[in-house]
């Protein structure tokens, strides 16, 4: 029998192309100290020889475009040939759409595997055609009459059914998105920008909404230790609640209770950072606040250098501190 | 070991560092690295953002407060924000962490735009900046730039007239890309000269086709024909087999990146070509790119030969938050339209569906 060779005898040989980038040397090194173990110089060494390369992101980069223009053409086609076709034949074929979609994941379910990549993404296109054949089924026959915006929160309900039963984070963002919708704000990063438009009492739906969010993580964490979704969960209570506290800023005397809000929300997210390791918390903590601090102060400032001066003054501040805690976060890394 | 930059050595084991992430101690790395620090890609990100902030607030200040003109405006708040950065390298040892980058950026912007406003100066500005810093995104925007600059020349018209609209743009594009390409078989000390060949090879292609896309408007590049769109398609083909197969006998992600440009670049045209409905060809590509993701995943899902589908690291990372937006984003596309007018539904004011909203979005 042939012994099983170490990747430490094997002579320098790159899987395929001898001209690339390597950091064998620099990884042998640290094995022969003792600096790494034999299972992660092993694992690094065949990533870094390309022994194994994954397809992971081109992947889903390519599934994602897939959904992105299956959903652009059927928005098209719902809007231009609805009375060529007839609007129940629409929803049927609709219907249909989805329920083909999820059958990967149905497969893969009742097998008891977990969903492939492509399963997972075809089950996005299969929930978001739900919602497309929903909202069309609504606007035509007007089933929820004067309550149609409750069918934003029908669909939140019935996306986090499919997220759970296929333990999907993707399918979840969908739901979230619809919940947010339901409170009457954007789920996504563009909406959450858009402090112009904001107002105190769409920031107050937004602080709602995230506490809502918070809350269903809480129990969601409670009932299943293991849950994938949390990170879900948190960037879009994280984003929704800093988006409420800015909008309360911008006004007076929302003001008074924005910005004490928006220094305890900066606390938290930075704890939160620091505790888990996430340096996007870091960033949300200190860009918001940063950018709260701004929304609640120039408006009131009349002389222009003073106004120039105010908001270097907290920029430099922001990028010190974002620095600074996060030379914090690397210090605390085993 | 240089003060004013981190030595090839010192940036391998920078790149070491973050490879190997928790699993090996900060400190046993410290002194490999010559005490140079670094930022994760987000706060590097939001950093960068700052610190170019920063410089341009610096300079409107000069102006507005301490009544400097206009060129002496721009080289003062240029000078400050180098030499803020310099000092922030040789004083404080940072390496591509955002900051330094950001301001370094913006100096050299102003300074070149003190002595020149000539775009081509400004963009080898960027670029001399990019190189400065070793930074990827700055030398492939500068790269971008002069891919524009080049397709807004009176040479660049001229042959378009006879060879067709955007084609010397497109040419150009991918014959740096096929540069950066064959660059990348060498083998680099330094980490960022892969990194910023790779940024190259995988955008290039599509950004160089983008301008032929904003330079001329959609019904003029569906009335063009001919040779023209004939030599784009060509081009982008040889480049799309040519980075599809380095990618593939690399193992590089770069020239992958760049082929799927490719093939997006040439479903447009092909599009371009045809009278098909825009609903028909989106779903009829978006179900292509569905067969083809299905089966390739299917496929590796056995490793074959290395070759796998599944992800290395189960570690968040900024791709899975952009995941997560991207998934928000097509649900709220598929989420409702615009409220029925003569709703009863009163309370409201939000953008996008929920009781009042104005369907904006």
């Given at each position: 029998m042939r012994p099983a060779q170490s990747p430490w005898t094997t002579p320098l040989r790159r899987a395929y192309s001898r001209a690339v980038h390597t950091l064998e040397p620099e990884l042998r090194s640290l094995h022969a100290e003792g600096v790494i173990d034999d299972a992660t110089a092993s694992r690094a060494l065949a990533r870094d020889r390309r022994m194994v390369f994954s397809l992971h992101y081109e992947l889903r980069a390519t599934l994602y475009a897939g959904v992105l223009l299956v959903m652009a053409g059927l928005g098209i086609i719902l809007a231009r040939n609805l009375e060529r076709i007839g609007p129940l034949a629409i929803v049927l074929a609709v219907a249909l759409a989805a329920a083909a979609c999820s059958v990967p994941a149905v497969r893969a379910k009742l097998a008891g595997r977990a969903p492939t990549v492509a399963g997972e993404y075809l089950l996005l296109l299969a929930a978001l055609l739900v919602s497309a054949d929903l909202a069309y089924a609504e606007r035509q026959f007007t089933l929820l009459g004067p309550l149609w915006s409750w069918h934003l929160l029908l669909l939140a309900v019935v996306h986090a059914a499919i997220a759970y039963a296929f333990a999907s984070p993707l399918v979840l963002a969908a739901s979230l998105t619809a919940l947010a919708g339901w409170f009457g704000v954007g789920g996504t990063l563009g909406d959450v920008l858009h402090f112009a438009e904001s107002t105190p009492v769409l920031g107050a739906r937004a602080l709602a909404c995230a506490a809502v969010i918070a809350a269903w993580r809480y129990a969601d964490r409670r009932a299943?230790?293991?849950?994938?979704f949390s990170d879900v969960f948190d960037h879009f209570a994280a984003n929704l609640a800093f988006w409420g506290a800015i909008a309360w800023c911008l006004e007076w005397p929302w003001l008074a209770a924005g910005l004490p809000l928006l220094a305890v929300l900066a606390y938290a997210s930075v704890r939160r950072g620091l505790d888990t390791g996430r340096e996007v918390f870091l960033v949300y903590g200190i860009v918001y606040a940063a950018v709260g601090l701004c929304a609640a102060v120039v408006p009131r400032l009349d002389d222009t250098s003073a106004l120039l001066g105010f908001v270097l003054i907290v920029v430099c501040a922001a990028a010190t501190a974002l620095w600074q805690l996060r030379r914090r976060l690397r210090e605390s890394d085993p | 070991m240089s003060r004013w930059r981190p030595s090839p050595a010192e940036e391998r084991w920078l790149e070491v560092a973050s490879e190997l992430g928790a699993a090996v101690p900060r400190a046993a790395l410290a002194e490999r690295t010559g005490g140079w620090r670094s930022a994760g890609l987000l706060a590097r990100v939001a950093l960068f953002v700052l610190g170019f902030i920063a410089a341009a607030l610096a300079a409107a200040l000069l102006y507005v407060m301490f009544g400097l003109d206009e060129w002496a405006t721009l080289l003062v708040a240029g000078l400050i924000a180098a030499l803020v950065a310099e000092w922030l390298t040789v004083a404080k040892r940072l390496h591509a962490s955002g900051i330094e980058e950001g301001l370094c950026l913006a100096g050299f912007l102003l300074i070149v735009a003190w002595i020149t406003t000539d775009e081509l100066a400004l963009i080898a500005a960027a670029g001399a900046a990019g190189l400065r810093r070793l930074n990827p995104f700055v030398t492939t925007c500068a790269v971008i730039a002069l891919v524009s600059w080049v397709a807004d020349t009176a040479t660049a018209h001229s042959l378009d007239q006879v060879v067709g609209g955007g084609v010397t743009a497109v040419t150009f594009g991918c014959t740096l890309a096929a540069l950066a390409l064959a660059l990348g078989a060498r083998e680099y000390r330094r980490p960022s000269h892969d990194r910023m060949l790779d940024w190259l090879v995988a955008t290039l292609p599509v950004a160089a086709y983008a301008q032929r896309a904003q330079g001329y408007d959609f019904e003029s590049l569906v009335a063009g024909a001919g040779t023209g769109r004939l030599a784009i398609a060509a081009l982008l083909l040889a480049l799309s087999i040519a980075l599809l197969l380095t990618g593939l006998r690399r193992r590089r992600h770069a020239p992958l990146i760049g082929f799927l440009g490719c093939v997006a670049c040439l479903a447009v045209e092909l599009r371009l070509a045809t009278t098909l409905a825009t609903e028909t060809w989106l779903i009829l590509y978006g179900l292509a790119a569905l067969v083809a993701g299905v089966t390739l995943d299917r496929y590796l899902r056995q490793p074959r030969n290395g070759l796998t589908s599944a992800a290395l690291t189960h570690r968040e990372g900024p791709l899975d938050l952009l995941q997560t937006a991207g998934a928000a984003v097509l649900a709220q596309r598929s989420a409702p339209e615009a409220p029925p007018p003569d709703s009863t539904f009163t309370p409201g004011g939000g953008r996008f569906g929920g009781g009042g909203a104005s369907g904006s979005y």
């Open positions: 299943r230790p293991g849950t994938s | -």
